[in-house]
């Protein structure tokens, strides 16, 4: 089964909170620290799960900064 993959720049002091909330919706997607001091976390999402990291992404990003991060950003990493 392949993933889908995206990364996000987040508050680096919520990357374990974040990754927490994905541990608990279980098998939707898996958080991946790319690059602990800057913060970039990579969501390996399960297929057919997109909506629902979209919406919990949604929820998150009402309490914490969560982005995109750009394909060209993602080069370096």
């Known amino acids: 089964m392949k993933?889908?993959?995206?990364l996000y720049s987040i508050d680096r002091k919520f990357v374990g909170f974040?990754?927490?909330?994905?541990?608990?919706?279980?098998?939707?997607a898996v958080v991946e620290t790319i690059h602990p001091q800057t913060a970039i976390i990579k969501l390996h999402i399960a297929p057919g799960c997109?909506?629902?990291?979209?919406?919990?992404?949604?929820?998150?990003?009402?309490?914490?900064?969560?982005?995109?991060?750009?394909?060209?950003?993602?080069?370096?990493?």
Not at 3 to 6: A, G, H, K, V
Not at 18 to 28: C, P, S
């Open 3 to 6: 993933t889908i993959n995206r």
């Open 50 to 77: 997109e909506c629902d990291v979209d919406g919990v992404l949604i929820e998150l990003k009402k309490e914490i900064r969560i982005e995109p991060v750009n394909g060209s950003a993602a080069g370096s990493f």
């Open 18 to 28: 974040v990754k927490f909330i994905f541990e608990a919706y279980d098998g939707i």
